[in-house]
């Protein structure tokens, strides 16, 4: 009896010595349950400013402030669950959580933002006081976020230090929306690309997410390591190229069946080279199944490279484009040139006869398609090598998409920028009207991006402050939904 008497005037004895210092401890305390569909201003109870990532920076490393509420979405937050009853916690601007650096465990440790690992020092417990407070408390060390030194300045650092109690380690959560974000929202972007051949791994699929809803700046996923590789054909899959079916909800991913790495032997492949696709499919665009080969292009073709699709509603299909050289002898001997081939499927295992889509009379590959406002926007590379614009990307329109006579638009973009480039990929900004295309700086830096607000007016100028994982190759970004941005962010 004396023991339990003791040890509660010592929880008293120390509830007043906090209280002298100006510590309050407000009870009770419970398990905090946050909306993981909502973003958040997170605000410091002592200062009334909120949680900030220093200069809206999207580099991994960046450190978290306090500052004045901007509404910027760099002061936006969303808890995503780690299980176990802990969270991260992610930036919206940058896409990246918070992380104790350096996985210290010492006071004042700094917290930043890096890229999600879902380590035990980017797991938070939040626990809601009675007046709607939180205390944030790091997995990994044990430690509060704390404004440091209890600065009500803008800009002070948040940092990590003994949990007090204290107001400066106490948060309070203000949905950032007037509504929570539905997972059907548009947010954040997945690059599939090839590394190249220069590698004996480099001409099969890679993942990079988005960082968050930024489109310019992109993490790898699954260590780094291919998440698709094909066991058939001539088991490379360069180019690959993911679409939806509208109705089904289908994901199919197509590829060149080529691999080069070993034998650099680019005559063999244009000659003799594969006349099918690379398939797979999926639900989730996690789980794919096994690579299959398609047959598409006619016996006078000596490649199939650089599929791409895009789904017309005029004839209820997918339309299928790739580049092939057509040969007028049967051992393909004779000297050609590239032409843009297309056909139709629903399903990519049955599809119409081929038929050519672009001949210009000299070599052109690697087209990309998009819609917009009714009219389809087409970039293709002009594979003349000497021409003004030869090994540059040119531009065409159409109110039809298997129209065999586009408009012109403008060539040579990319010139001044890049050495030369192919492999165009185009997407639409999820957030505004704005368009971008990476262009494949072959033998240079891989994928170089361009933007425009305006489709239609055919310029296109370098994008600035863009971050990628190490040199992509010819592949394409797909905008995703909020579900489907978790999906994938759980997944690998």
């Known amino acids: 009896m004396r023991s339990r008497i003791r040890r509660r005037l010592s929880v008293l004895a120390v509830a007043a010595a906090l209280a002298m210092a100006g510590v309050f401890l407000i009870a009770p305390q419970a398990q905090a349950a946050v909306d993981t569909n909502t973003w958040y201003t997170i605000e410091a109870r002592h200062s009334g400013l909120v949680m900030d990532i220093a200069n809206a920076s999207t580099e991994p490393g960046a450190g978290l402030t306090q500052y004045t509420d901007s509404g910027g979405t760099n002061q936006q937050f969303r808890f995503i669950d780690a299980g176990g009853g802990y969270y991260r916690i992610q930036a919206r601007h940058s896409g990246l959580v918070l992380d104790v650096s350096g996985w210290s465990s010492a006071n004042g440790a700094d917290i930043i933002q890096w890229d999600d690992q ?82 004996s791994n480099g001409e099969q699929v890679y993942y990079a997410l988005s960082r968050g809803d930024n489109p310019l700046a992109y993490d790898s996923l699954n260590n780094g390591q291919p998440v698709a590789t094909s066991n058939v054909g001539e088991e490379g899959a360069r180019d690959p190229f993911i679409v939806r079916h509208p109705d089904t909800g289908r994901y199919y991913m197509i590829a060149t069946d080529l691999r080069i790495y070993g034998n650099g032997d680019w005559n ?98 690697d087209s990309t398609v998009i819609e917009d406002d009714g009219t389809y926007y087409r970039y293709t590379k002009d594979e ?27 060539d040579c973009i990319g010139q001044g920028t890049i050495d030369q480039g192919e492999g165009p990929l185009v ?66």
Not at 316 to 342: C, E, G, I, Q
Not at 386 to 394: D, P
Request: hydrophobic content about 30%.
């Open 118 to 199: 879902n380590a035990t020092n980017q797991q938070w417990e939040l626990t809601e006081n009675a007046d709607g407070y939180h205390s944030i408390v790091s997995r990994s060390s044990g430690k509060a976020l704390d404004v440091w030194e209890r600065s009500t300045e803008p800009g002070a650092r948040v940092s990590q230090y003994t949990p007090t109690g204290s107001a400066n380690q106490q948060w309070r959560l203000v949905p950032a929306d007037e509504e929570p974000s539905d997972p059907g929202d548009p947010y954040g972007y997945l690059f599939a690309y090839m590394k190249g051949e220069g590698s």
């Open 268 to 365: 063999r492949a244009s000659r003799y080279g594969s006349r099918s696709l690379v398939v797979w499919e999926s639900s989730d665009l996690v789980n794919w199944t096994s690579s299959r080969l398609e047959q598409v292009s006619p016996p006078a073709a000596g490649n199939t490279w650089a599929p791409e699709t895009y789904w017309d509603p005029e004839q209820n299909a997918f339309v299928v484009y790739w580049a092939s050289k057509l040969y007028s002898t049967p051992d393909h001997s004779d000297d050609t040139y590239h032409r843009m081939m297309y056909a139709t499927t629903t399903d990519f295992r049955d599809f119409s006869e081929p038929q050519v889509w672009v001949d210009k009379g000299y070599s052109t590959i």
């Open 384 to 410: 003349r090598s000497g021409g003004s614009c030869g090994k540059f990307i040119l531009a065409e329109t159409s109110t039809s998409l298997t129209d065999t006579d586009w408009s012109f638009q403008r």
């Open 427 to 492: 997407f639409k900004s999820n957030t505004e009207e704005k368009w971008y295309m990476f262009v494949d700086e072959y033998g240079g830096r891989g994928y170089i991006p361009f933007e425009t607000t305006d489709l239609a007016g055919g310029q296109w100028t370098p994008s600035s402050n863009y971050s990628l994982p190490g040199r992509p190759r010819h592949g394409m970004i797909l905008p995703l939904t909020a579900e489907q941005y978790q999906t994938l962010q759980d997944a690998f």
